[in-house]
């Protein structure tokens, strides 16, 4: 007992030493700091992500002397200039930010190392270029010959597209003082450090660091800055999360490596609204707009296929059709297996314990299998029916009718209950050539004007799907 006391004292004053050195405890997933180590972030719950690094207080001697430099002022006061905003020249990546980038904004580019953030990057570097607006492009991971080899694939450039390889953010600063360019690409945050602060380059304090310059460059200079960021699942450096909440702007691109399609999803945006996606196709002569989704998602899809069905579902202002397959089989173990992919698989369980309670078929006995088709990733409640009629389906093994889409929100009493937008998830149908539309009977009255064009069948619980399937 005396021992394990005298040992905690030992490590309790070890900690201590530690922490009067300057250093602490960052979280490399959400950048939460604290004084001593935790096995689970308190901030963001994941494991295991605490990583001790040193501090530094003032090292710059800010906060020495506080100076009011303007007055507060009125909202009359102040003067929007409507063309603040410059094309990327990529439409999709134009409508993630919300209608082109804003002078003086900071905007991060998040991904999986190998995505395309560079490719994309690159391409819209081009663009700008062509416009007649400087770009400078920073890279701290490839050199000059590798970027030109890149470049080449893509296209012609012109003299407005400067590069630079360059890690040191004091460099950066003083590159972009000199040459004043109006838009600059940072790739990526990872690889950049500044000399005042001891930790390597990528750990939570630098990344954090260097955003905040990087900040205050853009506020200050009025240069729209792009950041890449890598997600990492191993090792000390600090994700894109760490840097979420300091920036104007997230983006994410996601996406299979092995597929081609990519996406290019807002997450966060002070100027316009998040939730909008850019679909694209990664070719070899870099990324392609796509810019009819639905046919994209839906080509290959099976005719009459049992257990497969076409739901249409809402990224921001944009409906998109995908197709939900199903796979239902008699189990070989007590506890039956559940997966999907590219939805939540609790949500899958929870719909089937409705349709065997409500319907009364037997699926605890089943395994069951869903997939999103094309990789893509969805948890709206809208979802819910398409899922069901797809187990439905399935199950009984009879096909659904390729012509056919479905959408509505389930409740735990098996009814169907009203989603949002369904006028433009019904015209998005229609656009695509189907035929017959199962949608919640409370949506009906919102889709009067729909009415010549598709068959509409309204629907109030699970169990008025037998008629229809
Ligand atoms: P890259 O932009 O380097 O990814 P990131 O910067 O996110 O790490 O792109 C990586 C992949 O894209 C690479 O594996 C090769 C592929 N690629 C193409 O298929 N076509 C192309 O034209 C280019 C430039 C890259
Ligand atoms: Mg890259």
């Known amino acids: 007992m005396r021992d394990a006391y005298a040992f905690f004292k030992a490590v309790l004053k070890g900690k201590n030493m530690a922490k009067s050195k300057g250093s602490a405890f960052f979280c490399k997933e959400c950048g939460y700091e604290s004084a001593k180590w935790f096995g689970q972030c308190p901030a963001c719950k994941e494991w295991n992500t605490f990583v001790e690094e040193p501090v530094i207080k003032d090292a710059t001697g800010r906060k020495k002397t506080v100076t009011l430099s303007e007055a507060p002022v009125t909202l009359s006061q102040i003067s929007v200039e409507t063309d603040d905003r410059i094309s990327s020249g990529i439409g999709e990546l134009d409508r993630v930010l919300g209608g082109g980038i804003i002078k003086g904004s900071l905007v991060l580019v998040g991904g999986d190392p190998g995505i395309g953030k560079s490719t994309l990057l690159i391409q819209m570097c081009r663009h700008i270029a062509k416009e007649n607006h400087k770009v400078l492009y920073i890279s701290g991971e490839e050199s000059l010959k590798q970027i030109k080899l890149r470049a080449e694939r893509i296209g ?6 400067t590069l630079m390889c360059e890690t040191n953010l004091d460099n950066v600063e003083a590159a972009l003082k000199k040459y004043t360019p109006e838009v600059v690409i ?110 994209y998602m839906l080509s290959g899809r099976p005719e009459d296929a049992p257990g497969s069905i076409v739901v249409c579902l809402m990224e921001g202002t944009r409906p998109i059709l995908v197709e939900i397959q199903a796979l239902v089989c008699r189990t070989n173990f007590n506890l039956p297996r559940r ?36 990789g893509l990733r969805i948890n709206e409640p809208a979802l819910d029916l398409g899922i069901v009629m797809a187990i439905l389906s399935n199950y009984k093994n009879k096909e659904i009718g390729s012509r056919t889409i479905a959408f509505g929100e389930v409740g735990l009493a098996g009814e169907i209950r009203a989603v949002s937008q369904a006028e433009m998830r019904v015209a998005e149908a229609v656009k695509l050539g189907f035929e017959k539309c199962i949608v919640p009977s409370v949506c009906l009255k919102s889709l009067e004007k729909l009415k010549g064009k598709i068959e509409l069948v309204g629907v109030k619980s699970i169990n008025d799907l037998i008629g229809i399937m």
């Open 156 to 161: 012609e450039f012109n003299d407005n597209l």
């Open 186 to 295: 940072i790739d990526s945050i990872q690889t950049m450090y500044r000399e005042e602060i001891g930790s390597a380059p990528g750990s939570v304090s630098q990344v954090r660091e260097s955003t905040s310059v990087l900040m205050q460059l853009a506020k200050g200079l009025g240069i729209s800055i792009f950041i890449v960021g890598h997600v990492t699942k191993e090792g000390v450096v600090a994700g894109p999360r760490v840097l979420e909440h300091m920036v104007d702007t997230v983006l994410y691109f996601e996406g299979d490596r092995q597929a081609a399609y990519r996406i290019l999803r807002s997450v966060k945006n002070r100027f316009g609204s998040t939730n909008e996606i850019g679909v694209f196709e990664m070719r070899e002569n870099g990324l392609m707009e796509v810019l009819n989704a639905s046919e």
């Open 339 to 374: 997966t999907a992919v590219g939805t939540d698989p609790n949500r899958v369980n929870l719909l089937m314990a409705v349709i065997e309670k409500r319907m009364g078929l037997r699926l605890s006995e089943c395994d069951a299998y869903i997939n999103i088709a094309g």
